[in-house]
């Protein structure tokens, strides 16, 4: 079964997302409008929930935050398209499903799952935040004024980043950050996952410790000035590396 409702993007403040256990894809197109289109069995499609309250489209099934119904023979993916022209907030969230997005612009993006993966690509906001509890988190060619990633057993990818600040935490998922562009402050944290940061900045005020793992630095001078980027990483058994990359 499928459906496809379309929204007026004038009429919108925010778009939420709210599913179970179903895929979500959202992307911007060449559109006016916010289109939701989703497919699956009968039962599910037809008891997605589709409306708008308050100014704010939300995409949500019945059993979001009461039951999953994974072991039931059901499926659905639901595919949301908005305007290139979206500057608005957006919220996904999930509990088992996969979260995909791509080409997405906004004043906050936020992509929120359980045991599902992140995929983010070419995302312009504000605001990014990013969080999976037992999933991966994948992201490259995000541009933000602050990101924030954070997971307990996935790991953190971010590829060719541009925000001026970072907060990463994870427990035992490794954080793999490489910048495209210098960065004001970075906060990472972490338990037993490693941290590596590729930065394009040469001088960093950086303090980086732990307990019992390894700490490392290259191509980096260390600086106490007040006019260069700060990095305070910290970890139990985790190894932190800093590494500069020339453009």
Known sequence: MERNESFAASS????????????VEIFADDIDHVQVLAAGDETSVHDLRIEVEDNVLVVEQPQYGLSLKIMESRWMQVCVRVPKSWAKTIHINTISGLLNARGLG???VVMDTVTGDVHASLITAGEISLKSISGDIRADSLTCEKLTARSVSGNVTLDDVIAKSYKCTTVNGEQKIRQKAEFEQMELRSVSGDITVWSTAS??????????????????????????????????SADLKLICVKE
């Open 203 to 236: 001088k960093i005020n950086a303090a980086m410790r732990s307990i019992s793992g390894g700490v490392s630095t290259q191509g980096v001078e260390l600086s106490q000035e007040k006019d260069v980027p700060v990095i305070r990483a910290t970890g139990v």
């Open 106 to 108: 906004g004043s906050r």
């Open 12 to 23: 919108l403040n925010d778009l939420a997302v709210r599913q179970a256990w179903a895929q």
